[in-house]
């Protein structure tokens, strides 16, 4: 049970290049979410799924696509990458149940763009 | 809309002393409130949620609605409890969540 894995773990990008972060959980979790963690600002939501097949904006999604592949892949794509978005890259996923469930995070990817 | 604030972003305190980590929140429902931990070189975790109303690792959060706060607290620190620590709330239908944005806490020997 590896729970959330990522790839890749680090990439460095020119400004205008395009590249897609992978994100895999084998939780059977129907929630999954892409996260950017920047200096003094927290962890901000980028898109999320409720489940496979459905994504919605969360509250920085310019510059970036998603897609839900399935019910243990989602996919971050960045098609023309800016400096801006040089960060580090979380995927979280987590049940759909009653109460206050908790979300499981990935390792990370620390992006770079130059 | 919703907000998380965490008022300090860096905090140090020596071993053995208390500890008190704050987390003001604004949000017009009904919250849902945790506390995510980083320890340096591990992906984010869950250290504990309102609505559980536990202990984790000594540390404990109550919910103020009053005060609109969920400060961490902890009567003994101890060094393996330097960290990040992200106060983060819960909203909508698929549960994303906001956070503040953070307090690394440095325990002194």
């Known amino acids: 049970n590896a729970g959330v894995t990522q790839t890749p773990k680090f990439r460095i990008l020119k400004i205008g290049q395009s590249m897609t972060l992978q994100c895999t959980q084998d939780m059977n979790h129907n929630y999954m979410y892409w996260y950017r963690q920047d200096p003094g600002m927290g962890l901000r939501l980028i898109y999320y799924s409720a489940s496979e097949g459905t994504t919605d904006k969360g509250e920085v999604p310019n510059g970036y696509n998603v897609s839900r592949l399935n019910k243990r892949e989602f996919s971050l794509r960045l098609e023309s990458a800016a400096p801006s978005q040089t960060s580090v890259y979380f995927c979280?996923?987590?049940?759909?149940?009653?109460?206050?469930?908790?979300?499981?995070f990935g390792p990370g990817t620390r992006l770079t763009v130059l | 809309a919703q907000r998380v604030t965490q008022p300090e972003k860096l905090l140090s305190v020596f071993k053995g002393a208390p500890v008190e980590l704050k987390c003001n929140y604004s949000?017009?429902?009904?919250?849902?409130l945790f506390w995510y931990v980083q320890y340096s070189r591990q992906r984010l975790q869950l250290l504990l949620r309102?609505?559980s109303r536990e202990s984790i690792k000594g540390f404990t959060a109550d919910l103020n609605k009053g005060e609109t706060s969920f400060h961490l607290k902890k009567p003994f620190a101890q060094e393996e409890d330097s960290a990040m620590y992200y106060c983060?709330?819960?909203?909508?239908?698929?549960?994303?969540?906001?956070f503040g944005s953070g307090t690394q806490l440095t325990v002194l020997p």
């Open positions: 949000y017009s429902g009904s919250p849902e």
């Open positions: 983060a709330l819960s909203k909508g239908s698929a549960r994303q969540l906001t």
């Open positions: 979280a996923s987590s049940y759909r149940g009653q109460g206050a469930n908790e979300q499981f």
């Open positions: 309102h609505i």
